[in-house]
Nanobody, 117 residues
Framework: QLQLVESGGGLVQSGGSLRLSCASS????????MTWYRQAPGKERELVAA???????NYKDSVKGRFTISRDNAKNTVYLQMNNLKPEDTARYYC???????????WGQGTQVTVSS
């Protein structure tokens, strides 16, 4: 059964850290680029960080230097290390898998991150 399951969200004070995980199953993880998105109430979903099959990364400007995306193909998991969190990082965070050739996409259900000031 195909699944993307995010975990690691929670409530943290401004300046704190969280590590999100997205565990996948049911597809060949190494063939997929992985992306973290977030969506705050009343706002559009936005790309936060992405990592290719070969480890290339890119980030939303506002999280550069604070967030780090990584992947472990042996564990079929992508991570988002978030440091120096700010209240404006509050959102529901989703991971997405996108096949490198077919562009087939899968989404997880998300995990909530709330940063208090």
């Amino acid at each position: 059964q195909l699944q993307l399951v995010e975990s690691g969200g929670g409530l943290v004070q401004s300046g704190g850290s969280l590590r999100l995980s997205c565990a996948s199953s049911g597809f060949t993880f190494s063939n997929y680029a992985m992306t973290w998105y977030r969506q705050a109430p009343g706002k559009e979903r936005e790309l936060v960080a992405a990592i290719t099959q070969t480890g290339g990364t890119n980030y939303k400007d506002s999280v550069k230097g604070r967030f780090t995306i990584s992947r472990d193909n042996a564990k079929n998991t992508v991570y988002l290390q978030m440091n120096n969190l700010k209240p404006e990082d509050t959102a529901r965070y989703y991971c997405k898998a996108r096949h490198s050739l077919t562009a087939i996409q899968y989404w997880g259900q998300g995990t909530q991150v709330t940063v208090s000031s």
